[in-house]
Structure formats: C-alpha cells, structure tokens
C-alpha cells in the first residue's frame, strides 16, 4: 500500500510538473507573441536566443531623409499600420567603400536609412535595465549599426539593453549651404549626422521601456568618429538629459583651433558646399536635392582628396555645436556626466599607412619645423628622426597623437578640471593576433586604431585570428568594465582589477596590457608638450 501510494503520488507530481511546463510554455508563447509599441505603431516580437536575449532589428527613429528631407534635421517617425517586423536591419546610410566591405552581411544601402536595433535580455518591460547605445566610427564617412563586430548580445547578457544605430555619414550627414541655413529656423547647417545621433537619443529616451530598459540610465558610446560624437553630445546643449554616461574609445572633439583637425566654422563649410554644388551644377539646394543620390555620392567620392568643396565631417554651426567643443569643456559648460575614455598605444599606426610616400628622417624634421615653428626642437626630442628606424617610429606616433591621443587626453583632463562627475581613463595596450594582411587596405601595426572593439563587445568569433587565452581573459574584462560602468557610472566591481578615477594629468591611467594594472599615463610627456604649444605657445 506504502509503495502504491509513492508510486501514485509521484505519478501525481509528474503530470503536475508536465501540466506546469506546458502552461508555462503556453504562457511565452503567448508573451512572445504580444507585440511592443514604440513611437509610429506596433513591433513583432522576436525568439530569444540561448543567452535569454532577444534583438529587435530595423526600427525607424526617424522619417526617411529623402527628397525634400534630404539635408534636413530628422522628422518624426512615419506611422505604419499592423506589426512591423523586427528581423532584418536597415539599409546603411549612403558611403563609398574606401575602407573596405565594413558591413559584409548587410550590403543593402539607402537613403532610407535612420534604423536603429535593440538587443534585451529583459524578462518584462518593468525591469528597467540599463542601456548602452552604440555609436560606429568610420571617419563621418562610413559604417552601420549592423556591422557585425558590433553585435550586442554578449554584452546584453550581463545584464543590459544594447542599441546601435544608423546616422547619415559624408556628405548627406554634413553637407552646409547658405540655402540649407537660411532655410533652417536654427540658421544653422551641416550637423546632420550628429542630429541622427540626437534623433535616435531621443527615441530611445521616450520608448526603451517597452524593451524592459530605464531611459534615466543611458550610457552613449563609441569608437574614433563614434567618440568624436560622443564628446561632441556632452558638449552640445542639445544632449542634456538625454543620458547620463559617456564612453568615448579613440578620439574627441576638442581639436585646439590651431589643430590640423579643428572644425571648420560654419561660414567657411558653407563655401565649401557651395563649391560642391557647382560640381554637380546645381545652382541651389533645391537642384542639389533633386540629383540622384548615387551621383552626388561619386561625386563626393572623386572630390575626397581636394582641398576645395570636400565636405568633412561636423562643424561648428552654432547650433548643435555652437562653439568649440574644447573651449565648452574649458569654460565647464558641458553635459557633466560620468565618463570613461581613452585610446589605444599605436592609435597612428593606420593613418600613417595611407601617406605616401612615406617621411624620410629629412622630410619629417621639415615638417615638424614648418608645423611647430620655435616649438620643433622641442618636439623632435619626443619625437624623433635622426635615423630613418626612429622615423618610422615617431611619424605614426605624432600622427595617431594629433588626431586621437591627445584630444582624448584633452577630453579627460578639462572634464577632471571643470565637471564634478568621475573620470577613468585607460591606455590600452594588448596587441592582438591579428595577421597584417587581415586589415588590407588598412593594414596597421601594433596596438592599433580600433584593437579594442571586439574586446569591448566580446566579439572575438568575428574574426578568425589565432586568439590566446590572455585575449579572450581581456575580452571578458573589457566587456564586464564596460557593463559595470553602464550600470553604476564605475567600472569597478569585485574580482576585477581596481580601476582608480582620473584625477587629472599626474592621475592613474588603466593600463588595459598582458597584467592590467593601474600606473601613469604612458605617454604623458607627449600630450604636456602638445598642450603647452596649442594652448601656451599660440596664446
């Protein structure tokens, strides 16, 4: 009777345990099948992957940016009728391939192109997880929010909501005109890219909820031309409130206005897509918007290189930037929030790839001398060039310094000097396995610029390089440093190596190497001698 009575009751308990599963089945079924309501209509619900995480790809932020909307700040979201799938991503933004195919898996382009995509691991939408949104480099001239080294999930598995996103790059992001700024009701013109960014901020801030995130905790982050933006939104008073930390990898916006790399004003980019126009005889702007798109993209291709109608990238239009992003942080008028930031050790080993011919020790002290006038013996004792090996050596690291290290350097010292919010700046310093040719036609040594993206996502299976196990151990540090940051505003948690904030130039620097550590900031003596020439020397 004993044995009977298990037996039945264990039998009870298995049809119970059963009858459970099926109802819970049921219950996801019915949950994944309820869509999510965001600004314009109704979304699909997606299947989560083995992580728990879902991905949302392809929603619009924006009204496509064609005909009359070509070169016009974002507009509002069209409405749409029904669900809208979410399995594909949007077209990229309209690019040449001068730095290779950086979207293989989603050749599609179009103007029609201001999607954005969401990974979540969030169970409700009550779970008002943190958000991490992802801004791509490229030069302001390529890259998407698909590219595949930026797939979220292996961070949205530690317990935050990724979002990447497309902005318009090249000359549909930046084109200014006196007809675009007389049109504009803030008088300004250019900045189109950077309002993109805006637009999607904007759109995560009123409709991340419904993917279980917390639009309060908003961290922006990006790589080179992705970090330029991201120091230009905490600059610009148009980002207040719209997130509350800052990541910048490789590059900032505080160019000296005596810098090879300063923004252009607003005046002088208006001649030159003035100039522009007239190689594509288009005596207004209404003409220019009437040419083919792929006509005004060759265009903007042959002309690259020119010194006269090159559009480049942001500018100081008094409106989304009205002034240099130095001297807001300088004058402590940013967007004070907490910040991470800082660069790779070889950032200029791949710029200084594309200069041909290549500096001779003579060559290079002749520039240094016509560049930095009084200043170039003093210069050439960092960097120097007795030997055509120190040449080498000292052209990519003047090169990466003027261009990426030390406006990141410039971005983290003013920020310690006038914010209130905490700063931790790192040195990264591991050297990937990445074979040369791999990064044809951008072939790099060393530490080079953008090393650190696959160790920052976790994506190491993007690439098929001999990983070691000292990559995949920073991969994961890396990642958990990052997610930490998004969660908190500090990196820090334990088991990790400490991470002390930056308190200015003689502060500790993270040095992300084979034994990460913290110590001074390897190449200090260099961004010293840069600031006293823009900012001692000139002033």
């Excluded at 669900?83 to 990229?92: I, K, L, T, V, Y």
């Amino acid at each position: 009777m004993i044995t009977t009575h298990r037996y039945l009751t264990a039998t009870v308990r298995l049809v119970l345990a059963l009858y459970a599963v099926v109802v819970l089945s049921l219950i996801a079924a019915a949950s994944a099948a309820e869509p999510l309501h965001v600004d314009g209509g109704a979304i699909a619900d997606t299947p989560i992957d083995a992580n728990r995480v879902r991905n949302f790809k392809g929603i619009p932020f924006a009204a496509p940016p064609v005909g009359d909307l070509r070169w016009r700040e974002p507009q509002p979201v069209k409405p749409w009728q029904g669900e809208r799938s979410a399995d594909q991503f949007g077209p990229r933004c309209m690019q040449t391939s001068r730095l290779g195919a950086i979207d293989p898996l989603n050749p599609r382009m179009s103007e029609d192109c201001l999607y954005l995509n969401v990974w979540t691991p969030a169970n409700t939408a009550s779970d008002k997880l943190p958000v991490m949104v992802w801004i791509y480099g490229g030069s302001f001239n390529v890259g998407a929010g698909s590219e595949p080294w930026y797939n979220g999930a292996n961070l949205a598995k530690k317990g935050v909501i990724v979002v990447t996103l497309n902005y318009r790059v090249d000359v549909f992001g930046f084109l200014a005109h006196p007809d675009l700024t007389t049109e504009s009701e803030h008088h300004a013109s250019g900045n189109y890219g950077l309002q993109d960014q805006l637009a999607a901020l904007t759109w995560v801030k009123r409709n991340i909820a419904a993917f279980g995130g917390d639009p309060d905790r908003v961290t922006v982050f990006g790589e080179s031309a992705g970090s330029l933006s991201v120091s230009a939104l905490m600059a610009s008073p148009l980002g207040r409130g719209l997130f509350s930390r800052a990541i910048g990898e490789s590059g900032a916006m505080l160019y000296p206005d005596n810098s090879p790399f300063a923004r252009q004003p607003l005046a002088k980019a208006e001649q030159a897509g003035l100039k522009f126009a007239e190689l594509l005889s288009a005596h207004s702007i209404a003409e220019l918007r009437a040419k083919r798109a792929e006509d005004v993209l060759n265009v903007a291709a042959q002309n690259a290189a020119s010194t006269v109608g090159t559009v480049r990238g942001p500018i100081l239009d008094g409106y989304v930037l009205p002034v240099n992003p130095a001297e807001q942080f300088a004058k402590g008028r940013q967007n004070d929030v907490p910040l991470l930031a800082g660069s790779n050790a070889d950032e200029g080993t791949l710029f200084a790839n594309r200069v041909q011919p290549q500096p001779t020790p003579g060559s290079f002290v002749d520039q240094v001398r016509v560049f930095f006038g009084s200043q170039a013996e003093t210069v050439l004792t960092v960097y120097p060039s007795d030997t055509p090996e120190q040449t080498k050596a000292s052209f990519p690291a003047l090169l990466g310094d003027q261009l990426i290290s030390y406006p990141t350097w410039l971005w983290d010292t003013l920020q310690a000097k006038t914010g209130k919010a905490p700063i931790y700046r790192y040195s990264f310093e591991l050297r990937p396995p990445a074979p040369e040719a791999s990064l044809t036609p951008l072939a790099a040594q060393g530490v080079f610029h953008s090393a650190e993206i696959l160790y920052v996502f976790d994506n190491l299976q993007v690439r098929e390089w001999n990983w070691r196990p000292e990559d995949r151990k920073m991969a994961e540090l890396l990642s958990s440093y990052w997610v930490n940051f998004a969660k908190n505003g500090d990196p820090n948690a334990p088991g990790l190596p400490e991470w002390p904030k930056y308190t200015g130039p003689n502060g500790s620097v993270m040095r992300l190497s084979l034994q990460p550590s913290a110590g001074a900031d390897p190449h200090l003596d260099r961004y010293l001698m840069l600031n006293t020439f823009y900012f001692e020397t000139h002033n």
